[in-house]
């Protein structure tokens, strides 16, 4: 028995290790990618969408942040293997099930290959792949940290109910990172530099069809650029959209949990309410102060917060007994 709860402490130690990392290895990923476009450069925004060279391996520029980022996402690596062995050999919190660490170590190996031989940054799903696979991988880690230590009120009643508004605000978060990704991945973002909408023919389905195609390489003028139009202004107004529906739906979520529950629950509507008005204020003033490379890092920070936080409230409302098969 000793044993064993010796090695449940030492999975859940390493599982909010991994999660510190991922986070490091998100942010660093963003902050490299962003600049390596463009973003911030000195001659704006002529400079923006100049697509980066390849490197000797993947697209990591051979810089300070460039070796951190490699280093992080080297120990992430050894510590998911540890991870992932520890679950295998039944080592876990009785919370916990084999389904997410196994699915955290596929992600640990889709991303390195991605990042070690990935094609170029035209096409879309190299950026949607990088961004989305380091969010599922710390959704992943904080669901399991969080079951780990079991703090559930799942089999209450009015946790019940509360269950399934919390899964389509995890739908909708998901979602609305998924048109923030593509956002970046198409190089939509300063597309719109107005607010609270857009100049140009940006409201056809047409450019929403072509804008979800993330296989197909966007345009390139002949010094490489990326060539921006209406179809970059229509994925970017789409994300405006989705972040107006983010904000009211899981503005309604935190305050109907404030009025009713208390403790954890509680809690963790206040941090839902708090990271999407701070989201949404960090959305607006990146668009108003011209897309400064803080400004948008801390967008994709905040953004990681919120889903963190949302991925926390369907914990709390997730019965213990189900986490066997998570």
């Given at each position: 028995m000793k044993d064993t709860a010796e090695t449940g402490s030492l999975f859940t130690f390493l599982v909010f290790v991994a999660l510190l990392l991922t986070l490091a290895a998100v942010l660093l990923s963003a902050w490299l990618r962003l600049e390596s476009i463009g973003l911030g450069c000195q001659d704006w925004p002529a400079c923006f969408g100049q697509l980066p060279g390849k490197q000797a391996h993947g697209l990591v520029p051979a810089t300070t942040a460039g070796a951190v980022h490699r280093f992080t996402a080297s120990l992430l690596g050894v510590i998911v293997v540890a991870i992932t062995f520890l679950a295998l050999r039944g080592r876990r919190p009785p919370g916990v099930g084999l389904a997410a660490p196994l699915a955290v170590f596929a992600l640990t190996v889709f991303l390195s290959v991605l990042g070690y031989s990935t094609p170029s940054p035209d096409m879309p799903a190299v950026t949607l792949g990088n961004l989305l696979g380091g969010m599922s991988m710390l959704a992943l880690l904080w669901w399991m940290g969080q079951r780990s230590v079991a703090n559930v009120h799942g089999n209450d009643v009015a946790a019940t109910a509360l269950r399934p508004w919390a899964r389509l605000g995890l739908l909708l978060v998901a979602a609305q990172i998924s048109l923030g990704a593509l956002n970046s991945a198409t190089f939509a973002g300063p597309a719109c530099t107005t607010l609270p909408g857009c100049d140009g023919n940006w409201m056809t389905v047409a450019n929403l069809a072509q804008g979800l195609d993330i296989f197909s390489r966007l345009d390139t003028d002949s010094q490489g650029r990326i060539v921006t139009g209406d179809l970059q202004k229509t994925v970017h107004m789409?994300?405006?959209?989705?972040?107006?529906?983010?904000?009211?739906?899981?503005?309604?979520?935190?305050?109907?949990?404030?009025?009713?529950?208390s403790g954890a629950l509680r809690s963790t509507a206040i941090g839902m309410l708090t990271f999407v008005v701070i989201q949404t204020g960090l959305g607006l003033a990146s668009v108003l102060a011209g897309l400064p490379l803080l400004l948008v890092t801390a967008h994709n920070a905040m953004a990681a917060m919120l889903l963190l936080a949302v991925v926390n409230l369907n914990h709390l409302v997730t019965p213990a007994a189900n986490s066997t098969s998570s």
């Amino acid at each position: 028995m000793k044993d064993t709860a010796e090695t449940g402490s030492l999975f859940t130690f390493l599982v909010f290790v991994a999660l510190l990392l991922t986070l490091a290895a998100v942010l660093l990923s963003a902050w490299l990618r962003l600049e390596s476009i463009g973003l911030g450069c000195q001659d704006w925004p002529a400079c923006f969408g100049q697509l980066p060279g390849k490197q000797a391996h993947g697209l990591v520029p051979a810089t300070t942040a460039g070796a951190v980022h490699r280093f992080t996402a080297s120990l992430l690596g050894v510590i998911v293997v540890a991870i992932t062995f520890l679950a295998l050999r039944g080592r876990r919190p009785p919370g916990v099930g084999l389904a997410a660490p196994l699915a955290v170590f596929a992600l640990t190996v889709f991303l390195s290959v991605l990042g070690y031989s990935t094609p170029s940054p035209d096409m879309p799903a190299v950026t949607l792949g990088n961004l989305l696979g380091g969010m599922s991988m710390l959704a992943l880690l904080w669901w399991m940290g969080q079951r780990s230590v079991a703090n559930v009120h799942g089999n209450d009643v009015a946790a019940t109910a509360l269950r399934p508004w919390a899964r389509l605000g995890l739908l909708l978060v998901a979602a609305q990172i998924s048109l923030g990704a593509l956002n970046s991945a198409t190089f939509a973002g300063p597309a719109c530099t107005t607010l609270p909408g857009c100049d140009g023919n940006w409201m056809t389905v047409a450019n929403l069809a072509q804008g979800l195609d993330i296989f197909s390489r966007l345009d390139t003028d002949s010094q490489g650029r990326i060539v921006t139009g209406d179809l970059q202004k229509t994925v970017h107004m789409t994300h405006r959209a989705g972040a107006v529906l983010t904000l009211l739906y899981l503005g309604w979520l935190a305050l109907a949990v404030l009025r009713r529950y208390s403790g954890a629950l509680r809690s963790t509507a206040i941090g839902m309410l708090t990271f999407v008005v701070i989201q949404t204020g960090l959305g607006l003033a990146s668009v108003l102060a011209g897309l400064p490379l803080l400004l948008v890092t801390a967008h994709n920070a905040m953004a990681a917060m919120l889903l963190l936080a949302v991925v926390n409230l369907n914990h709390l409302v997730t019965p213990a007994a189900n986490s066997t098969s998570s």
